[in-house]
C-alpha cells in the first residue's frame, strides 16, 4: 500500500484565492511526522510546513497550514491568497519508524491564474 | 553557509560504468540521505545515514552503495551504471533524523 497519497494531479487557483491540496498517509505507528515541500521548476526542493503527530493543533507558517486529521489520516496543505511564485510542485511526505524514514507522495502540480 | 552541495549537476554515463555522486554538508546535520526522483513517482530513499560510520538501506538500494566517512560528506556510488538508473538524484540533511530536511540541486542522471 502506499504510505502517502496525493490524487490531485493538477490543480489551477485564481491569484489571491485559498487552495487546499490533499494528502493521505497510511502508518501503523504512533508517532510520525508529515511535512509539505515545494519544487518549483527550477527543480530544487523547499521545505514549507512539518506536523508531528502529536500536534494538537495544526501548524502554521506564514501563508501555509496544514490541516490535520488524525483519524482520517490526512494532511492537507492550504495555502491562502495565491501568488504567481506559488506555482509549481508539491509534495507531502512522511517520516515513520525506528530509522525515521521518509516516504513521499506523487506530487501536485499547483498553477496559479493571474 | 553553503547548506547542501551536490557535484556534478549533469552527468552522462554508458551501461556498466560506475561514478560516485558526491553530496556535502557544512551544518553540522547528522543525518544525511539519497533520493532519487523519477517522473510520476515522487522521491524515492535510496540510503541514508544518521551520523558518521552508520548508514542504512532506504525504499530502494539495489545498485548503490555509500559511505559516511564524515559527518559533512555522503557520496552515492553507482557500481554499474544500468538505463534504469536514469534518474534526478537528490541528496538530503537535517540537524536530527526525522526533522526538516534540506535538499541539495540535484544530479541529473542519464544512462545511455
Known amino acids: 500500500a502506499q504510505k502517502i497519497t496525493q490524487t490531485q494531479p493538477g490543480m489551477f487557483v485564481q491569484e489571491k484565492e485559498a487552495v487546499t491540496l490533499d494528502c493521505t498517509y497510511d502508518?501503523?505507528?504512533?508517532?510520525?511526522?508529515l511535512f509539505w515541500y515545494k519544487q518549483p521548476s527550477s527543480g530544487e526542493m523547499i521545505f514549507l510546513i512539518y506536523q508531528g503527530s502529536y500536534d494538537e493543533q495544526n501548524a502554521t507558517e506564514g501563508r501555509y497550514s496544514l490541516n490535520f486529521q488524525k483519524a482520517r489520516k490526512s494532511a492537507n496543505l492550504v495555502i491562502s491568497a495565491s501568488q504567481l511564485g506559488d506555482s509549481a510542485m508539491y509534495f507531502c511526505?512522511?517520516?515513520?519508524?525506528?530509522?525515521?524514514?521518509?516516504?513521499f507522495g506523487t506530487g501536485t502540480s499547483l498553477t496559479v491564474i493571474p | 553557509n553553503a547548506g547542501v552541495t551536490q557535484t556534478p549537476k549533469f552527468q552522462v554515463l554508458k551501461t556498466g560504468q560506475s561514478m560516485t555522486l558526491q553530496c556535502a554538508q557544512d551544518?553540522?546535520?547528522?543525518?544525511m540521505s539519497w533520493y532519487r526522483q523519477d517522473p510520476g513517482m515522487g522521491l524515492r530513499l535510496i540510503h541514508y545515514?544518521?551520523?558518521?560510520?552508520?548508514?542504512d538501506q532506504g525504499e530502494v538500494p539495489n545498485g548503490y552503495n555509500v559511505s559516511r566517512s564524515t559527518t559533512e560528506d555522503f557520496p552515492l556510488r553507482l557500481l554499474s551504471a544500468a538505463p534504469s538508473q536514469t534518474s534526478v538524484y537528490f541528496c538530503a540533511s537535517s540537524y536530527f533524523p526525522g526533522y526538516e530536511q534540506y535538499f541539495g540541486p540535484g544530479t541529473r542522471l542519464t544512462v545511455t
Open positions: 551544518m553540522n546535520h547528522e543525518y
Open positions: 511526505a512522511m517520516r515513520e519508524g525506528p530509522g525515521n524514514q521518509f516516504y
Open positions: 545515514s544518521v551520523g558518521a560510520g552508520i548508514t
Open positions: 502508518t501503523s505507528d504512533q508517532s510520525y511526522g
